[in-house]
């Protein structure tokens, strides 16, 4: 929470002495309490704005613009030399404010300068508001005088006898000559007739000087304009030099010497043929039946068709440098005679174009010749080369698939042979055709071995269950049961134990296993093989990759080249390209040389 700072209010605008003025004069008379306290207060004031001078030069005389100031405001004399002095003072103000001031403010020695210092002093201490400081600058610009402060203006003021602060003065200061020659000859006696002046009346100086300096503009007007036009005449005779003749001179070509020529267009697409049984997957499958699953072909025949090689067939079959080489072509476009190949090229480059629209696939071809005929001659014969092309693409393709799958079936084929004679080796060195049926038979030998045995422990512990058995037959049944024993050993051993240089029956059986396992590997690689053959088989049989016409070339019935009017505006827009640029580096190489 703030608390408001509370502050006493005071008068600071100054007011007559009147409470020193009552406690000087002992026979003044009672005051009021609350009159007592108002002089109290304006005798603070008075202490307040007090600088400690004992006077400041105006002795009692009331501040300007207070009431006290507009009672005794101070009147023009009504004498008539002071009144004429102050009227003449307005005058030479109004009419030659400038001299006055110059005279006024001439040189001054160093003890005018104190004096006028002092002046300034004694004003600054009457205490004026800045209203009456602002009032008395204005005054002093409206008659013509150089004040270097307020203060000066004043001061100024003052010694021309012109009050700043009377209304009168301001009243006086925008009247004009007549009104104040008016008021002259009123107050100096009765009106006479104007005397006339015989003299030719001059213009002024002022004047003369400005007629003469809107003659010397004139005249530069004059000069700029006349530099202006031979400018402009330069400029449009250089356009004409360099812009506007070989603009003529191409049009008169265009239209009067070029041969026309004629343009035949086509259009193909190099399509894919897919199987109907093949199923693509990934992002083949995707591509396959769109123009970018082609484009590589397409791209493939445009580089043909644009190739040295295409021209010099087409020359070959048509006659391609014979028909650019007759007379009845301009020399413009006409070969030499005997051309070059490179020459040849060059010409063969302008005059078949031939673009690829990745976005359709399309294969756009023009061909461009002196007469249509011929044109459409050209035009099937480089389509023909399209599809040879497109032809010994596919072939090359079928050719290696063919050739992949034949590799791989003899492969397949040899392995599997080889893991065939391995089998066969090991029966032949081991003597067991079949391990499983070995091991099953041996097996059934233990078995039945273990029967009869467990027969025989059967028939000993019931001969020993006898308080008094018969020896020897216990005997007997002891001797079959090891033996029996030893038998089931022995054929345990033939399963696990290598005897007699072989090796055991276990390691026979998965040696023949691992040896038959190979075998059927390579049975079933040799049959995927196969049928990797066959597919490749039937995919070379059928047409791959194939040209469609979509636009077949037919030969126009009127010329196509050269475009007159199109060619024409695009030398104008050619040479004042290259005027343009030659204007520009000459004028920053000239700034750069001035510079």
Do not use: C
């Not at 199987?275 to 499958?285: E, M, R, T």
């Not at 040849?344 to 005059?351: I, P």
């Not at 791989?408 to 392995?415: H, M, P, V």
Request: no cysteine; proline share 5%.
């Amino acid at each position: 929470m703030t608390t408001k700072v509370k502050a006493q209010k005071f008068r600071v605008r100054r007011t007559p002495r009147a409470a020193q003025s009552a406690v000087a004069q002992p026979d003044a008379e009672v005051l009021s309490p609350e009159e007592a306290l108002e002089a109290d207060i304006r005798a603070e004031e008075d202490k307040l704005f007090d600088n400690g001078a004992a006077d400041d030069g105006f002795g009692d005389m009331p501040f300007p613009g207070s009431a006290a100031a507009d009672k005794n405001v101070t009147r023009i004399p009504p004498n008539p030399t002071a009144r004429k002095r102050a009227q003449g003072g307005v005058a030479r103000t109004l009419g030659g404010a400038a001299n006055d001031t110059n005279s006024v403010s001439g040189d001054v020695t160093p003890a005018d300068e104190a004096s006028i210092d002092a002046e300034i002093d004694a004003i600054r201490r009457e205490g004026l508001t800045g209203r009456q400081l602002r009032m008395a600058r204005r005054v002093a610009q409206k008659h013509g005088i150089a004040a270097t402060s307020d203060f000066d203006a004043v001061r100024l003021l003052r010694k021309q006898g012109i009050d700043p602060f009377q209304r009168s003065s301001m009243l006086e200061l925008v009247t004009t000559d007549k009104d104040a020659s008016r008021a002259l000859t009123t107050a100096d006696g009765p009106k006479l007739p104007k005397t006339v002046d015989g003299n030719a009346q001059l213009p002024s100086p002022d004047i003369l000087e400005r007629l003469n300096r809107e003659d010397e503009i004139s005249r530069i007007q004059q000069d700029i304009a006349r530099r202006r036009q031979r400018k402009m005449l330069l400029l449009a005779a250089r356009l004409l030099v360099f812009v506007g003749i070989p603009t003529l001179l191409a049009g008169f070509y265009f239209y009067r010497i070029a041969t026309p020529m004629y343009a035949t267009k086509s259009a193909f697409i190099i399509q894919q043929a897919e199987a109907a049984s093949a199923a693509g997957s990934g992002l083949s499958s995707m591509l396959k039946g769109t123009s970018f699953g082609s484009s590589q072909d397409s791209i493939a025949v445009q580089d043909y068709l644009t190739s040295r090689d295409a021209m010099l067939r087409l020359d070959a079959d048509a006659g391609f440098k014979a028909h650019f080489a007759s007379q009845a072509i301009d020399p413009i476009q006409r070969l030499p005679e005997n051309p070059s190949n490179e020459a040849a090229y060059k010409v063969y480059l302008d005059r078949v174009s031939i673009g690829y629209d990745p976005t359709e696939g399309l294969l756009r071809m023009e061909v461009v010749a002196a007469d249509p005929e011929t044109s459409q001659e050209f035009s099937d014969l480089l389509v023909k080369y399209a599809e040879e092309q497109v032809d010994h693409l596919t072939q090359r393709l079928r050719e290696d698939q063919m050739k992949g799958a034949r590799e791989s079936l003899a492969d397949a084929e040899a392995k599997m042979t080889a893991a065939q004679e391995k089998v066969v080796l090991l029966q032949e060195q081991l003597g067991i055709i079949s391990p499983d049926a070995e091991t099953a038979a041996i097996m059934s030998q233990i078995s039945g071995f273990d029967t009869q045995l467990q027969q025989k422990r059967l028939s000993l512990q019931q001969l020993l269950d006898n308080p008094r058995p018969n020896q020897a037959r216990v005997d007997g049944t002891q001797g079959d049961i090891r033996r029996l024993e030893d038998i089931i050993a022995d054929l345990r051993k033939q399963l696990t134990e290598a005897s007699n240089g072989a090796g055991s029956l276990a390691r026979i059986t998965a040696e023949q296993r691992m040896a038959e396992v190979d075998l059927a590997t390579r049975q079933a690689m040799v049959a995927q093989a196969i049928q990797a053959l066959e597919a490749s088989r039937i995919e070379a049989n059928r047409q791959v990759r194939y040209l469609s016409m979509s636009s077949r070339p037919v030969a126009p019935d009127e010329p196509t080249y050269p475009r007159k009017f199109e060619n024409t505006l695009l030398a104008l827009l050619v040479f004042s390209g290259i005027y343009l640029m030659a204007s520009l580096t000459a004028a920053v190489l000239r700034e750069q040389v001035s510079a």
